[in-house]
């Protein structure tokens, strides 16, 4: 009943019709006149498997691995920024749950990467498509509860402890 190959492909569909928010969203970032406090910007995916549902947050990070934030009288921008609101990155009806998890369980080795991989290539290419390497600053993208980073400008994973050096 499901494949791999189909679920991953699922999963490319539905974040391609999102692609015009996130680039728009990311577009409104780069605009931004950042404090001279920010190191680096964390864009921050957060996934709710359970939901099929993921959502997108900037954080803007000093070389101590802590979110700065704007100072009152500051009119630069820190803190944080909701890049994209929960979306649904995958269908199912009710009476397939029990079925997909156990589908999922079983290939979840398999699954795990390439859903890392479908998620990271289309934020890397929204990115791009809104001329996010015209950015100062270092950008990473992450996953929450992750131990590495994907650099946005150079097209590769990092271990977290290389961006705060």
Known sequence: MFSVD???????????LQS???V???????????STDIDLLDFCVLIEPT???????????????NEVFTERNDTAFAG?????????????NNHQLDDFFYFYEQN??????LEEKAFT????QCWKNAGGNALKLPAYLIFHDHYRSF???NNQWIEDEIKWS
């Not at 728009?24 to 950042?34: A, H, T």
């Open 6 to 16: 189909q679920y991953i492909r699922s999963i490319q569909s539905h974040l391609k």
């Open 80 to 92: 944080s920024v909701e890049v994209l609101p929960e979306i649904e990155y995958y269908q199912l």
């Open 121 to 124: 290539d289309w934020f890397h």
């Open 20 to 22: 015009d928010v996130l």
């Open 108 to 113: 979840e080795a398999t699954i795990n990467p």
């Open 151 to 153: 650099d946005l400008k």
């Open 24 to 34: 728009g969203n990311i577009k409104k970032i780069l605009e931004l006149q950042f």
């Open 51 to 65: 939901r099929f549902e993921l959502s997108i947050t900037m954080f803007s990070m000093d070389k101590s691995a």
